[in-house]
């Protein structure tokens, strides 16, 4: 089960259309737990990883996928190979995972390129990588094409996908 | 034993094509009444747990966790020019499956790059598109073991010297990708072997069973084509394969794209749509009409073999009369 947890306000039509389109990619069921507090010590931009961390424990089953879903900027990380713009971030393997929107204009008309973003950010937390395929969702997400693509997986990160679903079912 | 493996419990190693591991014990045992020194080791990602014989570690592969300088050197190696792939696959298969045994952090490094190199030039099949996310996946939790980072930030880290933000990843073509390898793979083999032909069906559905002859192979059968086109034809008596009705629609679709090695195919760069395939042609292939087998070779033909029973041989003897049926009559006393 994919859970969903709003830290602003959003458009319910947007939530409803990014729960369909989440469980028609995982195929597992997608359903929005309400509205999450930010920690009054976090500033805007968000430190994704921190904030990642310091968000309250959500009531979820441990093969459950929690996504926090931001209307405010996260920060751009130092890396080794330099900064990256951070458009969300996830724990590789793991329950959480947290998506902005700031950088998705008109959000009712592009949801699928939010859709785009979760998908990513939860198949991390299903232990796939990047794609090398540019319609696909796990493409890197800096790439100028990337915000005009579908919010569908290749056929290779589906599979990955699906099998990792079962393994964690069974 | 190498001096570099003296390990201690709590060590983390990388065992090649597994990933990550911990030492959690070291003792020895009696194996046929040898002493044995064995290293437990559990993999951090499955939890399995496996003993090693503590001088077969280095003949295994077995290596401590990168440094700091290997993470530099890896970087460096990552963002230097030099693209290169080879377009042999027997030849790309061995080395990057010899570079994931234990190739230590750069080899991994190098099998995920020319991947992507080659993923630029078209899509890679489906056995090489595991070994480019297996080679990520160790790769990745490598370097985050090693950067003492999270795992997402390790795979951005190497993203951002693959894939330079802000910028699309460029398109080769075959002329590119030759001159880059300096020549290497000229005779037009471009790594198109039996499992890349298998990619959707593409390559093994464009030449149709019933029409390649049966015994040749479909490389082999675009060969023999152009080969057929320039040079006269030795061999007039054998025509084998196709009945002349098939050879002319082959020359009316004279522009179609070749079986497998179509330039098309190959230069399309990834993320468009393909070339529209061929119409397949459903169901079986049509069977020559023995009309025209008897026109290529009449005397030599037997008589067409009439089905079902053989007629019973007609005996000179006259017929004999027809038991009547029923029980005999009396004879009268």
């Known amino acids: ?170 | 034993m190498s001096e570099s493996l003296q390990l201690a419990v709590g060590d983390r190693v990388v065992y090649p094509n597994q990933g990550l591991c911990t030492v959690t014990g070291i003792g020895s045992e009696q194996i046929a009444g040898q002493s044995l020194v064995f290293v437990s080791l559990v993999f951090e990602e499955t939890k399995a747990r496996v003993k090693v014989p503590q001088e077969k570690l280095v003949k295994n592969g077995v290596r401590r966790v990168s440094s700091g300088d290997d993470v530099k050197k890896l970087f460096e190696f990552l963002t230097a020019e030099g693209d290169k792939a080879s377009l042999d696959w027997k030849k790309r298969a061995r080395d990057n499956v010899a570079r994931l045994a234990g190739g230590g952090l750069v080899g991994l490094a190098s099998v995920v790059k020319e991947l992507q190199v080659l993923s630029e030039l078209r899509a890679l099949p489906p056995k090489e598109r595991e070994q480019y996310n297996d080679a990520r996946h160790l790769l990745v939790t490598e370097l985050a073991a090693a950067m003492g980072a999270s795992e997402a930030d390790a795979e951005d880290a190497l993203d951002a010297a693959l894939f330079p933000v802000g910028k699309e990843r460029p398109k080769r073509s075959v002329e590119e990708f030759k001159a880059l390898l300096g020549g290497e793979g000229e005779d037009g083999e471009l790594g198109l072997g039996d499992d890349l032909l298998g990619i959707d069906g593409e390559g093994v559905e464009a030449a149709e069973p019933g029409e390649a002859g049966g015994d040749t192979t479909v490389e082999g059968e675009a060969a023999g084509e152009e080969e057929g086109e320039e040079k006269p034809k030795a061999e007039e008596p054998k025509k084998r394969g196709r009945p002349p009705k098939a050879a002319k629609e082959a020359k009316a679709e004279k522009p179609a794209p070749k079986a497998a090695l179509s330039d098309v195919e190959v230069t399309l760069p990834q993320g468009l749509p393909l070339a529209p395939p061929l119409p397949k042609k459903r169901g079986r292939p049509p069977k020559a009409k023995p009309v025209e087998v008897v026109v290529q070779a009449p005397a030599e033909t037997p008589a067409p073999k009439k089905r079902g029973r053989p007629p019973k041989a007609k005996t000179a003897a006259p017929a004999a009369a027809p038991k009547k049926r029923g029980r005999p009559a009396k004879a009268k006393k």
């Open chain 1, 1 to 170: 089960m994919i859970r969903v947890v709003t830290l602003d306000e959003f458009d319910p039509i947007v939530i409803k259309e990014l729960k369909k389109v989440l469980f028609t990619a995982f195929g597992v069921g997608c359903e929005h737990l309400g509205p999450g507090t930010v920690p009054a010590s976090m500033h805007e931009p968000f430190d994704a990883q921190k904030l990642m961390e310091a968000m309250p424990k959500v009531t979820a089953f441990a093969d459950d996928k929690v996504l926090y879903l931001t209307s405010r900027k996260l920060a751009p990380r130092k890396l080794a190979s330099g900064e990256v713009p951070t458009f969300g971030l996830s724990q590789y393997n793991g329950q959480r995972c947290i998506v902005s929107t700031a950088q998705v204009k008109n959000l009712t008309e592009n949801v699928k390129t939010v859709a785009r973003y979760a998908m990513q950010e939860l198949g991390h937390t299903f232990g796939l990588h990047h794609c090398l395929d540019p319609r696909c969702s796990m493409y890197a997400q800096w790439t100028p094409t990337y915000v005009t693509g579908e919010a569908i997986f290749c056929v290779f990160c589906r599979e990955q996908t699906e099998q990792k679903i079962r393994a964690a079912k069974s």
